[in-house]
């Protein structure tokens, strides 16, 4: 189930305004899929303020009571490696990162950190649309004995992420949804009917 945390709708807009991170065009998704629309968060650790006021947002969806269910963080490539970081040494949690790819020299691992067979990780990316990032990330780490339960992102662009993840028993954290984001930003002002319209044609949940 999405967690959705209505404080702070608002400074995020903001930000997604200020940084130039919400795109209108023609961009091609992780997932393979089109979109009328991109939201980059790479951009934001480029702003200082910005980048923790996001991981403020990230520790407002990681509850106490996630936090105590897992042994350790992991980032998600790329985007999601930066936030996790940050996150798991705000929550000191040992940090793990996962790879597109797997190592080809060295010990040739694909999750990158200390894992112990049996241990509960908390996987954490920035946006999801369909969960493909997630899935192949929690492939990973239950190849290497982790067990993935959770996973928190920032934004949930509503493009099937959810019941995906569900279908491997995953749950998904969001601070916030697309739906949403596009609502206030219309009232708002910042962006057009047309606008709104390409962004909810994209949601299929």
Known sequence: ?????????????????????????TFKLTSGLLSPYYVDL??????????QLIIDMYRSVVEPDLVKRVQRLAGVPSAGIAYAAVV???????????RKEQKEHGRERKVEGLL??????????????????????????????????????LLDRQQGAERNLQKKHVRLHAFT?????????????SIDE????????????
């Open 194 to 205: 047309g606008q709104h319209k390409e962004i909810l044609g994209q949601i299929v949940s």
């Open 88 to 98: 798991a040494l705000n929550l000191n949690k040992p940090l793990l990162y996962v």
């Open 42 to 51: 790479r951009l934001i650790p480029s702003y200082p303020e910005a980048f």
């Open 177 to 189: 949804t697309m739906r949403r984001i596009a609502d206030r930003l219309l009232d708002l002002g």
């Open 116 to 153: 112990q067979p049996g241990d509960k990780v908390l996987i954490l990316d920035d946006v999801v649309t369909t969960g493909k990032s997630l899935l192949e990330a929690t492939e990973a780490i239950s190849a290497e004995g982790g067990i993935v339960e959770d996973a928190v992102v």
């Open 1 to 25: 189930m999405v967690l959705l945390v209505s404080a702070g709708l608002d400074e995020f807009c903001n930000i997604l305004l200020r940084t130039g991170s919400l795109k209108f065009g």
